[in-house]
Each structure stands twice: as C-alpha cells, then as structure tokens.
C-alpha cells in the first residue's frame, strides 16, 4: 500500500499548542514526502523546541522579519531554512497565530522509499543516512521549494501518525549548535534509537 493511501495528515490542533508538547509529541510520527521518483516515509526519532522572542536560540529572537514571518503565522506550516550554505533545516510552526514557535526535525528513521532516499544522499551505511537536520533534508529531497507548504493537508509534504503506534522512552537534553539558550532542555529524542543525531 503507497504511503499517500494509507497516511493522513495530523489536524492543525496537534500543531496549535505549547511548542514543548508538539515536539515531544512529534517523535514516532511519520514524516512524508511524496517525490518525483516516489514515496518516501520516515519516523521522527529526534526533535528541538523553539519558543517564543525572549528564545535566543530563535530565530524569532526580539523581532519579527521576512525570513522568519512563518513562526509567527498559523501552525503546522513547514518553516525551511538554508545554513551554513549548505544544509536546509525543515521546522514545523506551533502556538496560537502571532506567537513565535517552531519545532525543528533533528532525525528521523527511513521506513519506505529507503533506495530513493539513498539516491538523494549517498551515504554508508544506512545509519548515517538521516541522523542529523541537513542530513535529513537532502535524504528526503527536502529544500527552499517546500518552504510554506500546509502540512495539516494532503500536500507533497505532511506530517502523519503512525499506521501502527510504538511504545518508546523519550530522553530530555539541551539544544545542539547552539551559543545562546544552551540551558535549555528543549530537545528530545527516541530513547536508544540509533537514528538519533550524533553530538
């Protein structure tokens, strides 16, 4: 059965809450992208929490501007980022409209589509494939073009739940990459999931 068939879309009120709740809930579910090449499915394993203007580590740091206008917009929108010159960082949109926040994706398990994500990203092994926000992105064929994209609908890009739901432990830790705002336990991940980012 084709992901697009069989997935649906988390409902704009999972996102519309606390940015902490959102991204720990985030974890087990499934991210998809359907491709020119095909479909391709992958389970959240590790996420970071953006809150809020008085969140250094935020790109809605002190003020509203162009690049970072979606966090303050509806949620559950896919807020896309280019770094370093080399890397895109997919992030959902959380809070109520006119309140900064967004969740980044760290990490994430490939479960269908595994040969065209290793066509995007040609890695060894598997493991490396999408441990890390660049690493995942490129793995998936995610880039600027998905900047915007509703991901409470049926879109080439959503965010769903789980066909069948785990149980799992959620570990609690401070942000990576980051210079300001450090203290923060505001990122978490799949206990002893070996998809996980690498510090």
């Known amino acids: 059965m ?7 879309p ?12 959102v991204a720990k809930e985030l974890l087990g579910k499934i991210l998809v992208h359907q491709t020119r090449y095909g479909d391709i499915a992958a389970k959240i ?7 809020g203007s008085d969140d250094p580590a935020s790109h809605a740091f002190r003020k509203k501007t162009p690049r970072n206008q979606l966090m303050f917009g509806k949620a559950g929108f896919a807020y896309i980022y280019f770094v370093y010159g080399n ?17 980044l994706i760290r990490a994430v398990e490939i479960l269908e589509g595994l040969e065209i994500a290793k066509r995007n990203r040609v890695t060894k092994p598997n493991i490396n ?12 064929g995610i ?3 998905q900047n915007g994209i509703d991901l409470t609908k049926r879109n080439k890009l959503f965010i769903s739940i789980p066909l069948k739901v785990e149980r799992f432990n959620t570990t609690i830790a401070g942000r990576i990459g980051v210079k300001q705002g450090a203290d923060k336990l505001w ?7 070996e998809f996980v980012s690498k510090m």
């Not at 084709?2 to 649906?8: C, H, N, T, W």
């Not at 988390?10 to 709740?21: E, G, V, Y």
């Not at 890397?87 to 969740?103: I, M, Q, R």
């Not at 990122?187 to 999931?193: D, G, P």
């Open 2 to 8: 084709k992901v697009k068939d069989s997935m649906k």
């Open 10 to 21: 988390l409902p704009r009120s999972f996102f519309n809450r606390d940015t902490l709740t």
């Open 45 to 51: 394993v590790e996420v970071e929490a953006y809150k």
């Open 87 to 103: 890397h895109h960082c997919l992030n959902v949109t959380t809070e109520k409209e006119g309140f900064a926040g967004a969740v």
């Open 129 to 140: 494939l999408s441990n890390g926000p660049g690493k995942l992105t490129k793995a998936l």
């Open 143 to 145: 880039s600027n073009a």
């Open 187 to 193: 990122r978490f991940y799949i206990e002893n999931n």
